[in-house]
């Protein structure tokens, strides 16, 4: 086969794969993970069940082969922020706009993430997940730094940073139900506002 023919079926094959990632998240958006079937995929995706089966051998694959391709972006872009050169408390701050950024620009996507976890939760195993916990440990050595470096007060890190990353959903799924979303700056600032400052007036803590 020639360079071109190669070229043109990975491409084509890259296509078809982002179609099919597409119905999924469509699909879930819908109905559920729960309820999707391959049946279904194939018939959003406008394909046949056979050549379904030929990028995905199984419904746990393909669910999997979405949160892995559809969050590389997201998850390029906070390691990118996580090994920067940015202050600890800048750091912090760069990766809750980004998050609320690209949650909005994906909004279906997100909906795919909340079934997901949802789904996670009711079989309690989402805190033993490899994923969540790297980005658990990766905060808390950002938090860790800071608190090195004097810009934060002593504390466990690693639940704190459990306690941001819970507050990251919750609030970018509080987003998630509002038709527009309100000002992302503003929801963003709100975050980090509460986890630097707390919530109480400065009198109420003499």
Not at 54 to 67: A, D, M, Y
Not at 136 to 158: C, P, Q, T, W
Request: glycine letters at 4%.
């Amino acid at each position: 086969m020639s360079k071109l023919k190669t070229e043109r079926k990975r491409l084509f094959e890259q296509i078809t794969r982002k179609a099919i990632q597409e119905a999924v998240v469509n699909l879930v958006t819908r109905t559920g993970t729960r309820k999707v079937t391959m049946d279904q995929v194939a018939a959003e995706a406008g394909l046949s069940k056979g050549c379904l089966y030929i990028h995905f051998r199984s419904k746990k694959e393909l669910l999997e082969s979405v949160k892995t391709d559809r969050f590389k972006p997201l998850g390029d872009q906070l390691q990118e922020i996580l090994n920067g050169s940015l202050t600890p408390n800048q750091k912090i701050e760069s990766i809750v706009y980004r998050l609320f950024s690209y949650f909005d620009e994906n909004r279906g996507l997100f909906r795919f993430l909340l079934e997901e976890r949802e789904i996670a939760q009711s079989q309690v195993i989402r805190q033993k997940n490899s994923r969540y916990r790297n980005f658990v440990e990766r905060i808390a050595n950002v938090l860790d730094d800071g608190i090195a470096s004097g810009l934060f007060r002593h504390m466990d890190s690693k639940k704190v940073a459990s306690i941001f990353i819970e507050a990251m959903i919750a609030m970018t799924a509080r987003r998630l139900l509002e038709e527009p979303p309100g000002p992302l700056d503003e929801d963003a600032r709100l975050l980090i506002q509460v986890l630097f400052r707390g919530i109480a007036l400065m009198h109420d803590l003499q």
